[in-house]
């Protein structure tokens, strides 16, 4: 199996990952005010997106659409894993819809 289908497939097995990030997302006024109620990450959307695993697994970048009621963006997320939990060096929310509103935002950023 090549690289890109093993990572694909680990993310699509990890729906933490996601889910986690998409809360944080749901948190922040900002993007709340912009997308309006964020749909929960399909599998599709996983399969779509992009992903990187490195670090025997443990380290991910990873960007996947997200949709609301009033808009669409993408879950951009670097995080370790550690103790069996993600933890989340960044994550961004890159708003494409509606055109006027287009930014990203900076959900979580550790160095």
Do not use: C
């Not at 890109?4 to 986690?20: F, G, M, P, Q, R």
């Not at 599709?44 to 380290?59: P, R, W, Y």
């Not at 991910?60 to 993408?74: C, E, H, L, Y």
């Not at 935002?105 to 160095?111: C, L, N, P, S, Y």
């Amino acid at each position: 199996m090549n690289k890109v289908a093993s990572d694909l497939t680990i993310a699509y097995s990890d729906t933490e990952l996601y889910n986690n990030a998409l809360e944080k997302a749901k948190a922040n006024e900002t993007v709340v005010a912009i997308l309006g109620d964020i749909q929960p990450i399909d599998k599709l959307a996983i399969l779509e997106g992009q992903v990187n695993f490195s670090d025997d697994n443990k380290a991910v970048k990873s960007s996947v659409r997200i949709i609301g009621t009033k808009g669409k963006a993408r879950l951009d997320i670097v995080a370790n894993k550690v103790d069996n939990n993600w933890s989340y060096k960044s994550i961004n929310v890159r708003i494409k819809q509606p055109q006027d509103q287009k930014q990203t935002i900076a959900i979580v950023t550790k160095d």
